[in-house]
């Protein structure tokens, strides 16, 4: 669907969300709720696959076709786009498609990633990989830091576009343009902003771009997506082949030949059967992204985030998040000195968010409203004397 062409808003969306009938749900960094549609399709695969078995032929196309739609949303081509079980998944696809050895190195900034950014390279150590992690400033990846870290011997930078312990939000460009004077791989978790914000990682600079389908693209746990730039893929070499990830030609899957080529595309990324019921609720959820459409997403995510930092800030409550417009997205982590207790309170009266690495984290999608920011910030009032530090500590204590 073209720009021109969304037809719904995030008031219309809403209504497709039933968790926010009973919950103030602040909590799409960790999963989105199911919206009607996807969860419609997810039905409709049951009821087909219980009447019928599998159409796998047309599910194939249709796998395709969603292979097409997600590249859309990539502003990319359908053959850099891969179908993967979770970012993670896709991390570790690419970590070892690089063919990393002695001497090479991978910058990363461990306190703003999720550890699952970080396992993969120190994975690779009994390989001689060296994994050099530089300190963030202020909760933000450093630029400064990471060039100081980066030598001749560097072959991927790793990062997430949006921190989840702090929303951080990464300078895509900057970061990309420093990676391609110096040919290292930028490498992109991009779970936290995908679907919530616009996003071109080849206009950035980006090599290759990973996430999952549950939180910001509002899909189902089970899935994940892999974008490669086109001019890397044929670098690279896939840690695991199956018949998925060679170029049939005009054969069966089922047929055998000892002479063979991979696949075009990131396609030769993919390790057996596609997860029919991951790729199909993903596209229902595309469809409804699609319909409201990116700028209109973005400016409602952004809007709503900035409602609770300044709600926070009035208050004296301390953000975390960067402030700066072009430094957060959807995600404002706060202090609190009694953030596990609060955590509990704001979950008995309703309100879903997380508690993270000590510290609490609030996050807004297309399916949230002002209304959602301001319960919460109403019930951070009426527990304000859990910032008391004469307080009861005790989970039986009052609230």
């Known amino acids: 669907m073209s720009r021109g062409a969304a037809r719904g808003s995030p008031a219309t969306a809403r209504a497709e969300f039933p968790a926010t009938r009973q919950w103030t749900y602040l909590d799409v960094a960790s999963r989105a709720p199911m919206p009607d549609r996807v969860a419609a399709e997810l039905g409709d695969y049951i009821a087909t696959y219980q009447a019928e078995g599998v159409p796998k032929g047309e599910w194939l196309d249709r796998v395709e076709r969603v292979r097409a739609r997600t590249a ?33 190195n991978v910058v990363v900034c461990p306190e703003i990633e999720h550890a699952n950014n970080l396992y993969p390279w120190l994975h690779l150590r009994d390989r001689g990989l060296e994994v050099r992690m530089v300190e963030a400033v202020g909760g933000e990846l450093s630029l400064d830091r990471v060039a100081a870290a980066v030598d001749a011997r560097t072959r991927v930078l790793a990062l997430s576009s949006v921190s989840f312990v702090t929303g951080a939000r990464a300078d895509l460009d900057a970061c990309g ?10 490498l992109v978790d991009g779970v936290q902003e995908l679907g919530a914000l616009p996003m071109d990682p080849r206009a950035a600079g980006v090599d290759g771009l990973v996430a999952a389908t549950q939180k910001m693209l509002l899909g189902a746990y089970g899935l994940g997506l892999m974008w490669c730039r086109s001019e890397r893929i044929e670098q690279l070499r896939p840690p695991f082949l199956t018949r998925m990830g060679v170029d049939w030609g005009e054969g069966h899957e089922a047929d055998l030949g000892l002479d063979y080529r991979l696949a075009d595309g990131a396609a030769r990324f993919e390790v057996g059967n596609p997860n029919f019921a991951g790729v199909f609720t993903l596209d229902a959820a595309l469809s409804l992204l699609e319909e ?8 409602h995510v952004l809007a709503l985030a900035r409602r609770l930092m300044d709600g926070l800030t009035d208050r004296g409550i301390e953000v975390v998040t960067p402030t700066r417009p072009t430094a957060h997205a959807g995600i404002v982590v706060f202090d609190h000195p009694r953030a596990e207790q609060l955590h509990a309170a704001l979950e008995e009266r309703g309100v879903k968010l997380a508690l993270r690495r000590g510290a609490l984290r609030a996050s807004v999608h297309l399916f949230n409203a002002e209304e959602d920011v301001d319960t919460l910030l109403a019930h951070l009032d009426d527990l304000a004397h859990l910032s008391d530090p004469n307080a009861p500590t005790s989970p039986d204590a009052p609230l």
């Open 177 to 186: 343009t420093l990676c391609r004077d110096r040919d290292v791989f930028l």
């Open 292 to 299: 409201v459409g990116q700028p209109a997403i973005a400016d």
């Open 72 to 104: 859309r949303l990539l502003h990319a081509d359908p053959q850099e786009v891969a179908f993967t079980k979770s970012t993670s998944d896709g991390i570790n696809q690419l970590a070892h498609a690089l063919g990393l050895g002695p001497g090479d």
